[in-house]
C-alpha cells in the first residue's frame, strides 16, 4: 500500500520544513540550515537569505507583497471569506481548532493573499501562498480566492503571477480541497486562452495538490533556489520503493534538469526578473505601465 | 473456509454461502429431503446480506471498493461498450499499462472511453503498475482528451486508481504538471464529457480524469483527497486508525452525492459489484446513455461554460469567522 | 563526424531491406527472412506475408490499393507531375539515369501513388509510398503529390490515410527535397485544424525525413508488425556511439512500448481496423458511407 | 606555423598574417626601417584574402561553417539582442543545452528567440552534444514557439546543427515525431517569424527551426539535406568524395538564394564571420529589425497564409518525362 505511510512522512518532512523556515530569533542567531551563527539583521536586509549559505528562509504573504510589489501599490481583494469546517472534521484536533490557532497565530483569515498591485510598474494580479497557516495547504477559502484573482485578471485583462509554498491540498476539507485543484486549473485555463501570462513561482516546499494543479500551470515557472519540489515527499518514495533516492533529488536544480521549470531566481534578483518578464512578454516592449494602459 | 477473498465483516455471509454450496453438492438421491433446508438458508443468507451490506461504514466501503473480485475497467469496457479498439502511446516517452484508452460504440454513438486500469490478476497488477499511472499514462489521457475534442466524440472517463504514483521515475518525469494539464484540458475540452469512478478514487491521479460534465460513482466507490491510510498516518501517527478517517473524509458516494460533488450514484447488487458485473455494467451503461443523450442535446459552448460553473462552484466557505470551538 | 559513416550504413540497410522486401519468385521458393520453403502461392494468398514466420513483404502501390481499398473504388490523381533533376545531380551515377531506371523497371513515374477511393464505404484520400522506386524516397514530387492530397481531402472535408515505406528525403534534390518536409507537414497541418482524421500506416522500413514529416502527424499511427521504423539508421547509431542496442531497437514492437505508434496490426486486419477507424472517428456512429453525405 | 586554428586553404594567409605579427612585434627602434615593408605586406594580405576567400569552392564553405572559432549562437545573441532571459526545459523530460531559447529585446521589439548551440569550447560542445538537439531540445523549441504564438511575439530562430543525433536515446524518445511537430507547429504559427542560418544548417534538425516567413544564411553558412560527407559515403563509399558531394548537393547560400529557398545572404567578413563577429552581428541585427519592420505591417492570417504559400511552392517537378540521357 504505496499510500500508508505516505504522507505520514510528508507531514513530517512538512513540519521539519515549517521548523527550518522561520528565521531564527535574537540578535544574534545560528542559522537553522548551515549552523553558522549570524547577525540576524543581516537575514533580514538580505531578503530574508542567509548569507553564509545562501538558504532561502520561508515569507509570509505580507513579506512577499514588500518584497515582490512597488511600494505602495498593492491592494488586497478582501472578499470576506473565512474558512469553514464543511465536513465536522475531527481528527487528532478538531480541524476548527486548528483553524483558530492558524488565524490567532498568524493574524491572517487564511492561508491566502490576493490583490491587485504594480511590478516595476506593471499592473498584475497577485497571489500568496503563506505556508504558517496550515502549511500552505489549499481548501475552499485558497481556491475560491485563488480562482477569483484569475478571474478578475482575465476580465481586466492583466497578468497573474503566484507565489506558493504549500504542503498540497488540506485534507479537512476532505473532497472540496480536491476540488479546488479542479477549480483553480479552470480558472487560470480561462486566463490562459484569453492570452493572458501567468507567472508562477515555487517556494521551498511546493508539494502535492498545489503543485498539481494552479502552480504548474504557468506560462512561466520560476523556482527559489534549493526549495523542494515534487508532489509525493522524498522520504516516502524512498520508503515506498527501498530505492535510494537520486542525489538533489526534487530539489529546484534538478527539477530544472529535468525540464519542468523555466528558472531558478534567487530572491534578491526575483523582483527584477519578474519585472522583465512581464513586460518582455508584452508584444511591444516598453518601460511603461501596460496595467495604464487597460485599466 | 471459503477459497473465495473476502473482508473480515463479509465472513459470517461467506460462511453460510459455503455451507449452502456443501448442501448443494450432495448426491441426487439425498436432495428432496434437504430442498426445504437450501431454501431455508437461502431465505438466511438474503436477510443476512442485507444486515451486512445494507449499511456498510465508510471503511467497509473502502475494503469493498479494493475487493480483489471487483471487477476492473477492462471488464466493464468488454460488458459496456462495442467495437473497442485501443491507442496506445503519449508520442513523448511511452505506453503506461495502467491506462487504458481508444474508440468505442456506446450504443450507436462513437465515444472515445479513457480509463485507469488495475489489472485483473497478479502478473497484470505488477505490469498495470496496480492502477497507479506514470507522467506518460496521463499524457495518453491528455492525447485521447484532445482526440475526442477535435472529432466531437464524447469522452468517456473511468475512474480507478488508489492515487498517484510515489516513484522516483513519476516525479522526474513531472507527475504533477501533467496531472494539472489534465484537468486544464477537461475543463476547456469542447465535447460531452462523463466520468464513472468504479472503485478507487484517490487523490490527484482520480481527479486527472474526473473534470467531466457529469461525475457518476459505483454504490461502493469512493472519492478522497487522500487516502484513509494516509490520513491517519498524519492525523493519529497511526495506519490502524483507517477506519476512522474513512469516516472523517466523507469519502463514500452516499456523501458526494449529498454534498454535490457527483451527479449520481449507481447501485451495486448486494456485496458488491463483482458478485454481479452484469448486472452492473447494465447499470452504468444505462445511466452513460441516458446522460450522454441529455449532454448530446446541448451546444458544446454552453456544456463548456456548464462545466466551468460546475468546478466553479465547489467550496464551502463563510462570511465570518466560525465560532471558537470548547477547548 | 556522426554524419559521416551515417548514410553509408542506412543505403547498405535499405539495400538489404530491398533485398528482402520482393517475394521470391518461383513456384517453391525459400523466404528471405525465415529461410523456410514455401509454395509462392500460400505467400500471394496470405497478403503477402510469410506464412512461416509472418514476414510483411513489401508491397507495391498497387497492390497497396487493391488491398486496403474497396474494389474498384478508387481514382487516381493522374497530375501530370514528373520527377526533373533539378540540380542536373550526378553522384557515382546521374540522378536522371537512376529516374529512368526506376520509371523502367517500376513501371511509375514516381515512388508516390495518390487518389480517391474507399474503404469500408468511407470515402478517404489515399496516398501510398512504394519502395521500389528510389527507396520511396520523397523528392518534389513525391512532396507535392502529397500535399495535393492533404489539399483536396480538407477542401472536400475527407479523412486522408497514408502506407508510406521510404529511405527518407531523396539527397539528389538536395535541399528541394528537406523542404518536401515541410510542405507536406504544413498540408497536413491544414488537414488537421479543419478537424478532420488522418491515418498514417508505417511500413517496412519507414525512416528519415518521411518518418520526419507527414507520416508522423497522423492523429493515429498504425505500424505494420516488425517493421523498422526510426529516423537515423540501427547500425550508424551502433558504429556512432559505439554501443550494443537495446534488443528489438526501432521495430514497431520497441516504438509502440515507447509511446511513438498507436497500434501494430498485422496486414490481414489492416482494412478492416482502418475501417473502424475511420468510422469510429465520425461522431455519430454508421456503417454508411461517411464521405457520401459529403461529396 | 601559427597556433591559429586554420583550414588547408587557409594556410598561405595564415602564414602572411604571422610573419607580419612578427615584423610588428620588433622593438621600437627598428620600426621606421620596417614600416615599408609592413605596409607592403598588409597589401599583400588583402590582395591575397581577396583571391583565397572570395571564390570558395562548396565543400571550403562548409568548412569556413564548423570552423571552430565560428561564432556561436551565445555570442550572437550578446551582440545582436538586448535582456535576454533565458527559458528552460520541455516540461516533459529534460532541458536540452543543444536548444537555447528565451525572451528579449531586438531594438525596442520584444521578441522570442531559440536557436541551436553547438557551445564555445570543448567542455562546452560535449554538454551541448555539438549542437544537435535530442527530442526534449525540440520539445523545448516548440514549448517556446507556441509561447511566441500565444503573446504575439515575433520568433527569430537561429540554426546551427550538424543534423539530429544519431543516439539510442534520441530515437527512442522520438526525435522524428518531434521533428515533424516542429514543422507543423511552425508552418501555422500565428505570430511573425524569421529564421537565420549562421552555420551548419544539417537536414531535419535545421529544417525543425526553419519553416518561417523569411529565411537568412550568413555567406557561409550551408544548408541541405544531408552532410556532404554523408552524401559521399552513400554515392562514392567514399567520405573523402565530401568535396564533390557538397558541390553536387548544392548547399551554399548563393545557390539556395538563387533557388528561392532563402530570402537573403549575409556577407561575411573576408575570412569569415569569426574575423569580425561584432559587424556580422551588427548585419544580422539589421537585416533582422528591417525584415520584422515588414513583418509586423501585416496582418498575422496574412503572414500564415503567406507562410503556408512559401513553404508551398518549394518543388521542381516537370509535366512529361524527362528526356533520356546518353548513356
Ligand atoms: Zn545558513
Ligand atoms: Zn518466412
Redesign the interface.
Known amino acids: 500500500?504505496?499510500?500508508?505511510?505516505?504522507?505520514?512522512n510528508?507531514?513530517q518532512k512538512t513540519q521539519e520544513a515549517a521548523n527550518k523556515r522561520a528565521v531564527p530569533d535574537g540578535i544574534w542567531s545560528k542559522c537553522t540550515i548551515c549552523g553558522k551563527t549570524i547577525f540576524q539583521k543581516d537575514i533580514l536586509n538580505n531578503f530574508h537569505v542567509c548569507p553564509e549559505c545562501g538558504h532561502h528562509f520561508g515569507l509570509s504573504g505580507h513579506e512577499r507583497v514588500m518584497m515582490l510589489l512597488d511600494d505602495g501599490s498593492f491592494s488586497a481583494t478582501e472578499e470576506?471569506?473565512?474558512?469553514?469546517?464543511?465536513?465536522g472534521?475531527?481528527?487528532?484536533k478538531?480541524y476548527?481548532?486548528s483553524?483558530?490557532n492558524a488565524?490567532e497565530t498568524t493574524g491572517r483569515?487564511e492561508a491566502v493573499t490576493t490583490g491587485f498591485g504594480r511590478i516595476k510598474g506593471n499592473k498584475v494580479g497577485f497571489g500568496v501562498l503563506d505556508f504558517r497557516f496550515i502549511a500552505g495547504s489549499m481548501g475552499?477559502?485558497v481556491?475560491?480566492k485563488i480562482?477569483r484573482l484569475f478571474e478578475a485578471a482575465t476580465s481586466e485583462r492583466l497578468p497573474v503571477i503566484t507565489v506558493v509554498s504549500s504542503g498540497g491540498?488540506?485534507?479537512q476539507?476532505?473532497?472540496?480541497?480536491?476540488?479546488?485543484?479542479?477549480?483553480t486549473?479552470?480558472?487560470?485555463?480561462?486566463h490562459?486562452?484569453a492570452?493572458l501570462?501567468y507567472i508562477s513561482i515555487l517556494a521551498n516546499p511546493t508539494t502535492?495538490?498545489v503543485?498539481?494543479?494552479?502552480?504548474?500551470?504557468g506560462?512561466?515557472i520560476i523556482a527559489e533556489p534549493k526549495a523542494l519540489i515534487?508532489?509525493?515527499g522524498p522520504r516516502?518514495?524512498e520508503q515506498?520503493?527501498d530505492?535510494k533516492?537520486?542525489k538533489g533529488?526534487?530539489t529546484s536544480e534538478?527539477v530544472?534538469?529535468?525540464?519542468?521549470?523555466?528558472?531558478i531566481v534567487p530572491r534578491d534578483e526575483l523582483r527584477e526578473?519578474v519585472g522583465?518578464?512581464i513586460?518582455?512578454?508584452?508584444?511591444?516592449?516598453s518601460d511603461q505601465n501596460l496595467g495604464d494602459q487597460v485599466v | 473456509m471459503s477459497r473465495r477473498y473476502y473482508i473480515d465483516f463479509e465472513r459470517p455471509v461467506v460462511e453460510m454461502e459455503d455451507q449452502l454450496e456443501e448442501l448443494k453438492k450432495l448426491p441426487e438421491a439425498h436432495k428432496p429431503d434437504i430442498i426445504k433446508e437450501i431454501k431455508f438458508l437461502e431465505d438466511q443468507i438474503t436477510k443476512l446480506k442485507k444486515r451486512v451490506y445494507k449499511n456498510l461504514t465508510a471503511w467497509q466501503q473502502v475494503q469493498m471498493s479494493r475487493h480483489p473480485d471487483r471487477p476492473d475497467f477492462v471488464r466493464y469496457l468488454d460488458l459496456i461498450f462495442d467495437d473497442f479498439i485501443e491507442l496506445h502511446g503519449d508520442r513523448t516517452y511511452g505506453d503506461d499499462l495502467a491506462v487504458i484508452g481508444g474508440l468505442a460504440k456506446l450504443g450507436e454513438q462513437n465515444i472515445v472511453v479513457v480509463g485507469q486500469e488495475k489489472g485483473k490478476d497478479t502478473h497484470d497488477r505488477l505490469r498495470r503498475n496496480f492502477g497507479m499511472p506514470h507522467p506518460e499514462g496521463y499524457r495518453k489521457a491528455i492525447r485521447l482528451f484532445k482526440l475526442a475534442g477535435k472529432f466531437n466524440l464524447p469522452l468517456i472517463t473511468i475512474i480507478d486508481t488508489p492515487g498517484a504514483f510515489a516513484g522516483v521515475g513519476a516525479e522526474e518525469r513531472g507527475q504533477a504538471q501533467v496531472i494539472a494539464k489534465c484537468l486544464s484540458t477537461l475543463s476547456s475540452l469542447p465535447t460531452p464529457t462523463i466520468a464513472v469512478n468504479i472503485g478507487e478514487g484517490g487523490s490527484g491521479g482520480a481527479l486527472a480524469f474526473g473534470v467531466c460534465d457529469r461525475v457518476f460513482m459505483l454504490e461502493n466507490a469512493y472519492y478522497s483527497v487522500i487516502t484513509p491510510e494516509g490520513c491517519a498516518a498524519i492525523l493519529w501517527q497511526d495506519k490502524e486508525k483507517a477506519p476512522e478517517a474513512a469516516e472523517a473524509l466523507a469519502l463514500t458516494a452516499k456523501k458526494l452525492l449529498k454534498m454535490g460533488i457527483v451527479d449520481g450514484v449507481i447501485k451495486e447488487p448486494l456485496g458488491g459489484a463483482h458478485r454481479d458485473p452484469k448486472s452492473t455494467a447494465g447499470k452504468i451503461g444505462e445511466i452513460l446513455k441516458k446522460t450522454l443523450g441529455d449532454l448530446l442535446s446541448k451546444p458544446v459552448d454552453e456544456l463548456v461554460a456548464l462545466r466551468y460553473e460546475r468546478v466553479r462552484q465547489f467550496g464551502v466557505f463563510s462570511d465570518r469567522q466560525e465560532s471558537e470551538i470548547i477547548t
Open positions: 500500500m504505496p499510500f500508508t505511510d505516505w504522507l505520514k510528508r507531514t470576506d471569506l473565512w474558512p469553514k469546517d464543511p465536513l472534521f475531527i481528527g487528532s478538531p476548527r481548532q483553524l483558530n488565524i483569515r475552499s477559502v481556491g475560491e480562482a491540498a488540506r485534507m476539507e476532505g473532497v472540496l480541497s480536491l476540488m479546488q485543484m479542479a477549480k486549473a479552470a480558472t487560470v485555463e480561462q490562459n486562452q492570452g501570462p502535492g495538490g503543485l498539481a494543479s494552479f502552480a504548474s500551470l506560462d512561466i515534487g508532489f509525493a516516502v518514495i515506498t520503493l530505492e533516492l537520486p533529488f526534487q534538478s530544472l534538469n529535468h525540464g519542468m521549470v523555466d528558472m526578473t522583465r518578464l513586460s518582455g512578454l508584452s508584444p511591444v516592449s
